[in-house]
């Protein structure tokens, strides 16, 4: 059977050179994210209620009469330290805040890598509430879909991310492994090239290259990208079980048709 690249899509996602988030792209995707993912500060309702056990305090040490009178009607110490108790455990037990955006994307991403796409999909959605500018969401959730394999919409978000910056080679090979499902090789060809174009070294580029000119029918230019894949990929655990595949395909040997041995001559 042939090398089913196209057709195990988590495998080829798992070997891909995805892009990782810096700090500082992480700061700059956060024109999205929700305003009220400020940290709340507990500290400042105790700050206010131990200002007012101090007033408190010094207001029943000034007032008090010399005769043993009936007491101040000033809030007790104790009464406000457990309103302050109250307070700082409403503020303890609000709801918990939501992830960040870096956080979603990283998380997404791990689980991408273990082939949880259910999930990475349910966590990228509240994202896409008002679409993003950077092209990281769109292409991470088009990667989760494709895994799952909605291809119709992983090619929407594909599409986006490349609007959004088409100088990254994997929008690219991600949109080339939608069209070889689809069955769409020269499709896949244009835009492994264009890949290829901004960062020629990529394994994977190569890989599904030959792929599709192998269902194509040319297995000299086939030959030709798998060689180059083969070459790239040295010394890449990563690799290591595609490049046994591939081993194998390329080593297997056609059994040759043999005639029946002729009778012997009377």
Do not use: C
């Not at 409403?90 to 870096?102: F, G, S, W, Y």
């Not at 879909?145 to 959004?164: I, N, P, T, V, Y």
Request: net charge negative.
């Amino acid at each position: 059977p042939p090398l089913s690249v196209s057709q195990e899509p988590s495998s080829v996602i798992s070997a891909t050179k995805l892009p990782t988030l810096t700090t500082e792209d992480s700061d700059k995707d956060m024109a999205n994210a929700d305003p009220t993912e400020e940290p709340l500060a507990p500290n400042l309702v105790a700050m206010s209620v131990e200002e007012e056990i101090i007033q408190t305090e010094e207001l029943v040490k000034t007032s008090r009469p010399l005769t043993d009178s009936a007491p101040p009607r000033s809030p007790t110490l104790e009464a406000l330290k457990a309103r302050r108790e109250a307070m700082n455990h409403d503020v303890q037990t609000t709801t918990p805040l939501q992830p960040t955006q870096a956080n979603r994307l990283r998380h997404a991403q791990q689980l991408i890598r273990s082939g949880e796409y259910e999930g990475a999909v349910a966590l990228l959605s509240p994202l896409f509430h008002d679409p993003p500018v950077k092209w990281e969401p769109w292409f991470w959730m088009g990667t989760a879909l494709l895994g799952k394999g909605d291809m119709e919409q992983a090619d929407q978000f594909f599409l986006s991310g490349l609007a959004r910056n088409d100088k990254i080679p994997q929008l690219w090979i991600q949109r080339a492994l939608v069209a070889q499902q689809r069955g769409d090789y020269q499709l896949a060809i244009h835009e492994l090239r264009q890949a290829e174009t901004l960062e020629a070294d990529l394994p994977h580029i190569h890989l599904n290259m030959g792929y599709a000119y192998e269902r194509l029918g040319n297995d000299r230019l086939a030959n030709q990208y798998y060689g180059k894949f083969l070459k790239l990929s040295e010394d890449q655990p990563v690799f290591f079980s595609t490049r046994k595949k591939l081993f194998a395909r390329l080593t297997e040997q056609t059994p040759t048709k043999t005639s029946p041995p002729s009778s012997p001559k009377p």
